[in-house]
């Protein structure tokens, strides 16, 4: 099941979407050196507008596309801080597809494949929007954050 998914933060500890009861959740592949990568700023803006209404944003760094993000997680975490202020849970590094794929990121490719039936992620900042009931969309890397907001009020609106 989704929620019982676990993820390891940046400090090591073990987490899981149970952590954020309640809420729905934005869950993002990120990378820090992606053409992308300014989609950050988006993230954290929704963060901050929706998060006392219910949205977390959770990223989850991976360096599976062009070795995009190759620090540390410490190293990818005070990059987030210092150059897009983010304050979202950014966690741990993962891969997303193949093998070595992390489960919670296997479970959310099978119940929202893209637009051409493909369950893997295409690249950096795919994000999954998923609802409180644990309904789950895709939408594209090339989708600024700010192209959410529609869906985000739905969702957060339907209690």
Known sequence: MLQEQTFQRIDGTEATLQDYPGQAWLIVNTASKCGLTPQFEGLEQLHQDYRKQGLVVLGFPC????????????????????????????????????????????????????????????????????????????FAPKTNPTDLVAAIERILVAV
């Open 63 to 138: 360096n599976q596309f062009a070795a995009q993000d190759p620090g540390t997680d410490e190293e990818i975490q005070s990059f987030c801080q210092m150059n897009y202020g983010v304050t979202f849970p950014v966690f741990s590094k993962i891969d997303v597809n193949g093998e070595t794929a992390h489960p919670l990121f296997t479970e959310l490719k099978k119940l929202a494949p893209n637009t051409t039936g493909e369950e893997d992620v295409e690249w950096n900042f795919t994000k999954f929007l998923v609802t409180r009931d644990g309904e789950v969309t895709r």
